[in-house]
Structures are given as structure tokens and as C-alpha cells.
């Protein structure tokens, strides 16, 4: 015969079965929305003050701060998303190590080789990348576990964002630097040009090849220098080369349809020189549709291969 405790009689508490920690931090969905707009709640005014001051000193805030914005939001989507089990290491690893890597590289591999040659844009295309590619292979070679397509796309945006993120602050440097006295508009235009365009270009590029490179790394963690892998290495400094050419494209064609003999006379390197409006709006169609075309062929080529990756 049982019989019910008294009451207020201390109860014994069965402890559950333990969940083991995750192995990656705990992050809360939608950190890349915060960051992106709590970012953007600081440029502007920092470039408003500044650009009331004139305070050369805010400069490196203004752009270092727009520069690694988006791409430090767009590499917290990519791990929130689909990068969780790489580890916080590998992506931090990519964007700043292999960023700067793949900067590096290209700088020394374009100083001299590529100047007397004709294809400049193609060359410079296919430098950059074999250059960020290469940052992705050293950042990964003692983490021989890291392989598969979808470690791939979201290791290689890591790298390429960490890459534009780096370049766009050197432009923005140059912007400031390349007059007379601080020229705090070309500044803005470069930051905001700059990031509305970096979802679509360095970042997209990497993340295709390198996909297509980790989806063929070896058991024992060698990488593979395949056909497919040098095909997709070929494909997306192509698309660098027409992404960086669209400016010139733009030029002749405006020259072509408006019956001018030389591109030259109308248009000076960067800004229009003695053009009527009908040309402006036509070389901003152009130009601006040539970014587009390029941007989606990307954009479709990576939802191809994301397609192919169950575990997507």
C-alpha cells in the first residue's frame, strides 16, 4: 500500500538527459539584418559630420566603417545560413586572412607583368582570382575536413568579400587622396557605388570556384587540380574582366549609336566630358545594364551549383 508524501515534503528532481553544447556559437537569427542597418545608423552620420567639418581625422572611420560593411554583414549571412558546422574559425579565417592574402598576391602579380600586355582587363581578372583562390587553399590546408560544395560557396564569399572589403578601402583611399586636397564627395560616391555593388562581384566570384574546387578536395585534404576547377577558375575571371570592362563597353557603343568618330572626344577616363544628355542616359543604360547582365549570369551560375548540394 502507497502512501502520498505530506505535503511540502522535498521532491526528488531526476535530472534529464544532457544535450551536448553545439560546437559553434550561439547566434541569433537575422545578426546580419542588425548589423547591416545598425552599420548604415552610423555612416551616415559620421559621413554627414564629417563632411561639415572637414575633419580629416574622422577619415579612416568613414572608411574602414563603409568599406567592411556589407561584406561583414553578407559573410554573417553566409554563416548564419550555411556555415554554422565550418566553425567560426575557418570564416573568420577566409575573410581576413585570405582577404588579405588574395590582396597581396594580386598586387605583386600586377605590378609588372600585366602592363604591356593587350588584354589588360582579362588578365587583371584572372590574377585576382587565381590570387583569392589561392588565399582560400593556404587558409585551409591544415583543416583537411573542410570539403564539399557548400563549404566551398560559403568559404569562398569569406575570402572574396574579405578581398573587397580591402580593395574598396583602397579605392576609397585613392578617392581622397588622388587630388589636390581631401575630396570628400568622390570619397562618398566610392563608399556608396562600392557597397551597393560588392554583393555582386568579388564575393560571387570566389564562392563559384571555390565550390567547385572543395566539392573535388581529396579524403586526405590534398586539393585537385581537375578540369572542372580550372574551367570554373577560367569562367569567373571572365566575368570579372566584363564586370571591370562594362565602363569602356558603354563608351564605345555610345560612340557607335550617336555617330561619334572617337569615344575618346566624348568621354574622359571616369567622367563625361562635352556630352549632350542624350549620351549620358545612354552610357548610364549601358553601363549600368552591362553591371546588371554580368551580375545575374553570376548570381544564376552559383543557384546552379548551390542546386546540386543536398545538403543545401
Same mark, same amino acid.
Given at each position: 500500500?502507497?502512501?502520498?508524501?505530506?505535503?511540502?515534503?522535498?521532491?526528488?528532481?531526476?535530472?534529464?538527459?544532457?544535450?551536448?553544447?553545439?560546437?559553434?556559437?550561439?547566434?541569433?537569427?537575422?545578426?546580419?539584418?542588425?548589423?547591416?542597418?545598425?552599420?548604415?545608423?552610423?555612416?551616415?552620420?559620421?559621413?554627414?559630420?564629417?563632411?561639415?567639418?572637414?575633419?580629416?581625422?574622422?577619415?579612416?572611420?568613414?572608411?574602414?566603417?563603409?568599406?567592411?560593411?556589407?561584406?561583414?554583414?553578407?559573410?554573417?549571412?553566409?554563416?548564419?545560413?550555411?556555415?554554422?558546422?565550418?566553425?567560426?574559425?575557418?570564416?573568420?579565417?577566409?575573410?581576413?586572412?585570405?582577404?588579405?592574402?588574395?590582396?597581396?598576391?594580386?598586387?605583386?602579380?600586377?605590378?609588372?607583368?600585366?602592363?604591356?600586355?593587350?588584354?589588360?582587363?582579362?588578365?587583371?581578372?584572372?590574377?585576382?582570382?587565381?590570387?583569392?583562390?589561392?588565399?582560400?587553399?593556404?587558409?585551409?590546408?591544415?583543416?583537411?575536413?573542410?570539403?564539399?560544395?557548400?563549404?566551398?560557396?560559403?568559404?569562398?564569399? +569569406?575570402?572574396?568579400?574579405?578581398?573587397?572589403? &580591402?580593395? *574598396?578601402? #583602397?579605392?576609397?583611399?585613392?578617392?581622397? /587622396? !588622388? %587630388?589636390? $586636397?581631401?575630396?570628400?564627395?568622390?570619397?562618398?560616391?566610392?563608399?556608396?557605388?562600392?557597397?551597393?555593388?560588392?554583393?555582386?562581384?568579388?564575393?560571387?566570384?570566389?564562392?563559384?570556384?571555390?565550390?567547385?574546387?572543395?566539392?573535388?578536395?581529396?579524403?586526405?585534404?590534398?586539393?585537385?587540380?581537375?578540369?572542372?576547377?580550372?574551367?570554373?577558375?577560367?569562367?569567373?575571371?571572365?566575368?570579372?574582366?566584363?564586370?571591370?570592362?562594362?565602363?569602356?563597353?558603354?563608351?564605345?557603343?555610345?560612340?557607335?549609336?550617336?555617330?561619334?568618330?572617337?569615344?575618346?572626344?566624348?568621354?574622359?577616363?571616369?567622367?563625361?566630358?562635352?556630352?549632350? +544628355?542624350?549620351?549620358?542616359?545612354?552610357?548610364? &543604360?549601358? *553601363?549600368? #545594364?552591362?553591371?546588371?547582365?554580368?551580375? /545575374? !549570369? %553570376?548570381? $544564376?551560375?552559383?543557384?546552379?551549383?548551390?542546386?546540386?548540394?543536398?545538403?543545401?
Amino acid at each position: 500500500m502507497s502512501h502520498s508524501p505530506p505535503p511540502g515534503a522535498p521532491k526528488a528532481r531526476i535530472p534529464g538527459p544532457q544535450q551536448p553544447p553545439p560546437p559553434y556559437p550561439r547566434i541569433a537569427a537575422g545578426l546580419w539584418r542588425r548589423c547591416l542597418g545598425g552599420g548604415l545608423a552610423l555612416w551616415v552620420p559620421a559621413a554627414w559630420v564629417t563632411y561639415e567639418t572637414r575633419n580629416s581625422t574622422l577619415l579612416p572611420t568613414l572608411i574602414l566603417l563603409g568599406s567592411f560593411l556589407v561584406p561583414v554583414a553578407f559573410v554573417l549571412w553566409a554563416y548564419e545560413r550555411h556555415g554554422r558546422d565550418l566553425g567560426v574559425s575557418a570564416i573568420l579565417g577566409c575573410f581576413l586572412a585570405g582577404g588579405t592574402l588574395g590582396v597581396l598576391g594580386a598586387s605583386l602579380t600586377e605590378s609588372y607583368p600585366l602592363r604591356p600586355a593587350p588584354q589588360i582587363l582579362l588578365g587583371v581578372g584572372l590574377v585576382e582570382e587565381v590570387a583569392k583562390l589561392g588565399a582560400l587553399v593556404f587558409v585551409l590546408r591544415r583543416q583537411p575536413a573542410v570539403r564539399g560544395l557548400r563549404a566551398g560557396l560559403a568559404l569562398g564569399a +569569406a575570402v572574396g568579400f574579405g578581398f573587397a572589403a &580591402l580593395e *574598396s578601402a #583602397g579605392h576609397a583611399v585613392h578617392a581622397v /587622396l !588622388a %587630388g589636390e $586636397g581631401t575630396d570628400l564627395r568622390a570619397l562618398l560616391e566610392t563608399e556608396v557605388l562600392r557597397g551597393l555593388l560588392a554583393p555582386f562581384g568579388h564575393g560571387l566570384w570566389t564562392a563559384i570556384a571555390g565550390g567547385v574546387l572543395l566539392s573535388r578536395r581529396r579524403l586526405n585534404g590534398y586539393f585537385r587540380v581537375s578540369a572542372p576547377a580550372v574551367g570554373t577558375l577560367l569562367g569567373v575571371s571572365l566575368l570579372h574582366a566584363l564586370w571591370d570592362s562594362t565602363h569602356g563597353v558603354a563608351v564605345w557603343v555610345v560612340a557607335r549609336l550617336t555617330g561619334t568618330e572617337a569615344g575618346s572626344r566624348l568621354f574622359a577616363p571616369g567622367y563625361l566630358v562635352r556630352s549632350s +544628355a542624350e549620351q549620358e542616359h545612354l552610357f548610364t &543604360l549601358f *553601363s549600368v #545594364g552591362g553591371l546588371a547582365l554580368v551580375a /545575374l !549570369a %553570376g548570381i $544564376g551560375w552559383a543557384r546552379s551549383l548551390a542546386h546540386r548540394d543536398s545538403s543545401w
